[in-house]
Protein backbone atom coordinates (compact mmCIF):
# COMPACT_ATOMS: atom_id res chain seq x y z
CA UNK A 1 0.00 0.00 0.00
CA UNK A 2 3.25 2.44 0.90
CA UNK A 3 6.11 0.79 0.47
CA UNK A 4 7.79 -2.05 -1.50
CA UNK A 5 9.30 -4.42 1.58
CA UNK A 6 6.71 -6.12 3.40
CA UNK A 7 7.76 -5.94 7.35
CA UNK A 8 8.43 -1.72 6.24
CA UNK A 9 4.88 -1.63 4.45
CA UNK A 10 3.08 -3.16 7.28
CA UNK A 11 4.72 -1.22 10.38
CA UNK A 12 4.12 2.40 8.07
CA UNK A 13 0.34 1.18 7.69
CA UNK A 14 -0.36 0.79 11.00
CA UNK A 15 1.55 3.52 12.49
CA UNK A 16 0.17 6.26 9.92
CA UNK A 17 -3.46 4.64 9.08
CA UNK A 18 -3.75 4.59 12.99
CA UNK A 19 -2.85 7.90 13.88
CA UNK A 20 -4.75 9.18 11.17
CA UNK A 21 -8.32 7.33 12.10
CA UNK A 22 -7.11 8.72 15.37
CA UNK A 23 -7.70 12.02 13.76
CA UNK A 24 -10.39 11.77 12.12
CA UNK A 25 -12.29 10.63 14.95
CA UNK A 26 -10.87 13.77 16.95
CA UNK A 27 -12.22 15.79 14.13
CA UNK A 28 -15.40 14.36 13.95
CA UNK A 29 -15.82 14.76 18.19
CA UNK A 30 -15.15 18.22 17.12
CA UNK A 31 -17.53 18.90 14.71
CA UNK A 32 -20.57 16.71 16.62
CA UNK A 33 -19.59 17.90 20.21
CA UNK A 34 -18.41 16.18 23.29
CA UNK A 35 -21.40 14.37 23.48
CA UNK A 36 -20.08 11.78 21.46
CA UNK A 37 -18.54 9.86 23.69
CA UNK A 38 -20.62 10.62 27.01
CA UNK A 39 -21.94 7.40 27.81
CA UNK A 40 -24.95 9.13 28.67
CA UNK A 41 -27.38 6.67 27.00
CA UNK A 42 -27.10 2.86 26.07
CA UNK A 43 -26.98 4.16 22.27
CA UNK A 44 -23.98 5.94 23.15
CA UNK A 45 -21.76 2.82 24.53
CA UNK A 46 -22.75 1.26 21.61
CA UNK A 47 -21.17 3.81 19.43
CA UNK A 48 -18.06 3.72 21.53
CA UNK A 49 -17.39 0.49 21.18
CA UNK A 50 -18.43 0.62 17.55
CA UNK A 51 -15.72 3.42 17.27
CA UNK A 52 -13.20 1.55 18.95
CA UNK A 53 -13.47 -1.31 16.68
CA UNK A 54 -13.55 0.70 13.68
CA UNK A 55 -10.27 2.36 14.55
CA UNK A 56 -8.98 -1.09 14.58
CA UNK A 57 -10.25 -1.96 11.22
CA UNK A 58 -8.72 1.69 9.44
CA UNK A 59 -5.13 0.85 10.81
CA UNK A 60 -5.41 -2.51 9.28
CA UNK A 61 -6.70 -1.53 6.05
CA UNK A 62 -4.77 -3.04 2.97
CA UNK A 63 -6.80 -1.11 0.32
CA UNK A 64 -7.17 2.40 0.08
CA UNK A 65 -10.99 1.86 -0.83
CA UNK A 66 -11.17 -0.13 2.51
CA UNK A 67 -9.96 2.76 4.33
CA UNK A 68 -12.68 5.26 2.79
CA UNK A 69 -15.38 2.45 3.81
CA UNK A 70 -14.24 2.47 7.12
CA UNK A 71 -13.94 6.37 7.79
CA UNK A 72 -17.16 6.63 6.02
CA UNK A 73 -18.75 4.10 8.75
CA UNK A 74 -17.66 6.60 11.29
CA UNK A 75 -19.27 9.34 9.66
CA UNK A 76 -22.37 7.43 9.69
CA UNK A 77 -21.84 6.16 13.22
CA UNK A 78 -21.66 9.74 14.61
CA UNK A 79 -24.45 11.61 12.24
CA UNK A 80 -26.66 8.75 13.34
CA UNK A 81 -25.92 9.44 16.79
CA UNK A 82 -26.69 12.90 15.89
CA UNK A 83 -29.52 12.23 14.78
CA UNK A 84 -30.67 10.30 17.32
CA UNK A 85 -29.73 12.47 20.05
CA UNK A 86 -31.68 15.64 17.91
CA UNK A 87 -34.74 13.33 18.00
CA UNK A 88 -34.92 12.27 21.60
CA UNK A 89 -35.13 15.96 22.45
CA UNK A 90 -37.85 16.76 19.94
CA UNK A 91 -40.25 13.41 20.72
CA UNK A 92 -40.41 12.02 24.02
CA UNK A 93 -42.12 8.62 22.08
CA UNK A 94 -38.64 8.31 20.14
CA UNK A 95 -36.74 8.69 23.36
CA UNK A 96 -38.98 5.75 25.00
CA UNK A 97 -39.01 4.29 22.01
CA UNK A 98 -34.91 4.02 22.12
CA UNK A 99 -33.56 4.23 25.81
CA UNK A 100 -34.03 2.13 28.48
CA UNK A 101 -35.60 3.28 31.99
CA UNK A 102 -33.52 3.15 34.82
CA UNK A 103 -33.84 0.99 37.31
CA UNK A 104 -34.19 1.65 41.48
CA UNK A 105 -32.29 -1.47 42.94
CA UNK A 106 -32.53 -0.21 46.72
CA UNK A 107 -34.45 2.02 48.38
CA UNK A 108 -34.11 3.76 51.73
CA UNK A 109 -31.92 0.97 52.63
CA UNK A 110 -34.48 -1.97 51.42
CA UNK A 111 -33.30 -4.12 48.50
CA UNK A 112 -35.54 -4.17 45.99
CA UNK A 113 -35.15 -8.34 45.04
CA UNK A 114 -38.26 -8.09 42.07
CA UNK A 115 -35.85 -5.73 40.68
CA UNK A 116 -32.56 -7.58 40.96
CA UNK A 117 -34.22 -10.52 39.26
CA UNK A 118 -35.88 -8.26 36.74
CA UNK A 119 -32.14 -6.70 36.05
CA UNK A 120 -30.29 -9.88 36.58
CA UNK A 121 -28.26 -8.10 38.82
CA UNK A 122 -27.11 -10.29 42.16
CA UNK A 123 -27.24 -9.41 45.51
CA UNK A 124 -23.12 -9.65 45.34
CA UNK A 125 -23.11 -7.46 42.97
CA UNK A 126 -25.11 -5.05 44.50
CA UNK A 127 -23.14 -4.64 47.80
CA UNK A 128 -19.71 -4.78 45.70
CA UNK A 129 -20.90 -1.61 44.77
CA UNK A 130 -22.14 -0.25 47.67
CA UNK A 131 -18.79 -0.45 49.21
CA UNK A 132 -17.47 0.85 46.06
CA UNK A 133 -19.32 4.02 47.24
CA UNK A 134 -18.37 3.86 50.48
CA UNK A 135 -21.57 3.19 51.70
CA UNK A 136 -20.84 2.04 55.38
CA UNK A 137 -24.73 0.81 56.26
CA UNK A 138 -27.40 -0.03 54.24
CA UNK A 139 -29.77 1.90 56.24
CA UNK A 140 -27.84 4.86 55.31
CA UNK A 141 -28.53 4.17 51.99
CA UNK A 142 -31.09 6.07 49.82
CA UNK A 143 -31.18 4.78 46.55
CA UNK A 144 -29.06 2.60 44.33
CA UNK A 145 -29.88 3.16 40.46
CA UNK A 146 -28.89 0.79 37.52
CA UNK A 147 -28.41 3.53 34.96
CA UNK A 148 -29.21 2.79 30.97
CA UNK A 149 -25.86 2.67 30.73
CA UNK A 150 -24.86 0.16 32.96
CA UNK A 151 -23.20 2.29 35.74
CA UNK A 152 -24.96 1.91 38.84
CA UNK A 153 -25.61 5.07 41.11
CA UNK A 154 -25.09 4.85 45.04
CA UNK A 155 -27.08 8.16 46.60
CA UNK A 156 -26.35 7.90 50.56
CA UNK A 157 -27.05 10.67 53.26
CA UNK A 158 -30.42 11.55 55.30
CA UNK A 159 -32.54 11.99 52.64
CA UNK A 160 -32.60 12.60 48.82
CA UNK A 161 -34.05 15.21 46.71
CA UNK A 162 -37.12 13.03 44.89
CA UNK A 163 -36.21 14.61 41.71
CA UNK A 164 -33.15 12.43 41.35
CA UNK A 165 -35.19 9.91 41.01
CA UNK A 166 -37.70 10.89 38.66
CA UNK A 167 -38.50 8.60 35.82
CA UNK A 168 -36.97 5.17 37.24
CA UNK A 169 -38.83 1.87 37.14
CA UNK A 170 -39.54 0.81 40.09
CA UNK A 171 -40.89 -2.30 42.62
CA UNK A 172 -42.41 -1.89 45.67
CA UNK A 173 -40.64 -2.80 48.65
CA UNK A 174 -41.50 -6.51 50.57
CA UNK A 175 -44.32 -5.67 53.15
CA UNK A 176 -43.39 -7.52 56.28
Known sequence: MFFEGQIVDAVA???LLSA???CWIILL???VGLRSFSKMTNFDFVMT???GSLLAGASQSDTWPGLVQTL????????TQFTVAKLRLK????DELVQNTPELLVKDGVILQDALRRTRVSEEDLIAKLREANALELSS????VLETTGDVSVLHGDQ????????LAETSPPTN
Open 160 to 167: VDDRLLMG
Open 72 to 79: TAMVCLFA
Open 29 to 31: VRI
Open 49 to 51: VAM
Open 13 to 15: KGA
Open 20 to 22: FGL
Open 91 to 94: SPRF
Open 141 to 144: VRAV
